[in-house]
């Protein structure tokens, strides 16, 4: 068994990389993509939460979440999310009972200060980019880049070239 902590910080910062079930590309499909920010939508409105950043790969998804003060449970949240999304796709079941649209578990990192955010926000906006899917970040349909472009947290042309503060970052 795992001797995984997980840090929970009551209005804390994070920032997830949650995998489909052996890199499926199901968001490869729109209409699945859909679903998932319907489901996103639905938790919001019981379990509360703000979106920083998100980007959705054909594979797997990075977000920048705030959570409301004294609330840490970022993992209920998680669960209701996926759960929301593979309850609408048709795939087989396992023993558990639990469709193969996700894995498992999920990567979490408590966010420490305002330059670790802006890191991990760069990270998630840029992503698409490194992943060689588009040439430059605003060119990618499922990503929150453009809404930071116009609360104005990027300037012209940022993303043409690979951001400074991203060199070395590994983070997947």
């Given at each position: 068994m795992?001797?995984?902590?997980r840090?929970?910080?009551?209005?804390?910062?994070?920032?997830?990389?949650?995998?489909?079930?052996?890199?499926q590309?199901?968001?490869?499909?729109?209409?699945?993509?859909?679903?998932?920010?319907?489901?996103?939508?639905?938790?919001?409105?019981?379990?509360?939460?703000?979106?920083?950043?998100?980007v959705?790969?054909?594979?797997?998804?990075?977000?920048?979440?705030?959570?409301?003060?004294?609330?840490?449970?970022?993992?209920?949240?998680?669960?209701?999310?996926?759960?929301?999304?593979?309850?609408?796709?048709?795939?087989?079941?396992?023993?558990?009972g639990?469709?193969?649209?996700?894995?498992?578990?999920?990567?979490?990192?408590?966010?420490?200060?305002?330059?670790?955010?802006?890191?991990?926000?760069?990270?998630?906006?840029?992503?698409?980019?490194?992943h060689?899917?588009?040439?430059?970040?605003?060119?990618?349909?499922?990503?929150?880049?453009?809404q930071?472009?116009?609360?104005?947290?990027?300037?012209p042309?940022?993303?043409?070239?690979?951001?400074?503060?991203?060199?070395?970052?590994?983070?997947?």
């Amino acid at each position: 068994m795992s001797d995984y902590r997980r840090a929970y910080v009551p209005g804390g910062y994070y920032f997830f990389t949650v995998v489909t079930h052996r890199r499926q590309p199901i968001f490869a499909d729109d209409r699945n993509v859909e679903r998932l920010r319907e489901g996103f939508r639905r938790v919001m409105d019981k379990r509360p939460f703000q979106i920083d950043a998100i980007v959705i790969l054909p594979d797997h998804l990075h977000t920048v979440w705030r959570l409301p003060d004294g609330d840490a449970d970022f993992s209920l949240r998680w669960r209701l999310i996926k759960h929301d999304l593979a309850s609408g796709i048709a795939v087989a079941a396992n023993a558990r009972g639990e469709k193969a649209v996700w894995q498992r578990r999920f990567w979490e990192h408590a966010i420490r200060d305002e330059d670790d955010w802006r890191n991990h926000v760069d990270y998630v906006h840029y992503n698409p980019v490194k992943h060689g899917y588009v040439t430059r970040p605003g060119d990618w349909p499922w990503s929150s880049f453009g809404q930071a472009r116009h609360r104005d947290w990027y300037p012209p042309g940022w993303g043409d070239l690979e951001p400074e503060n991203l060199r070395g970052m590994g983070v997947e």
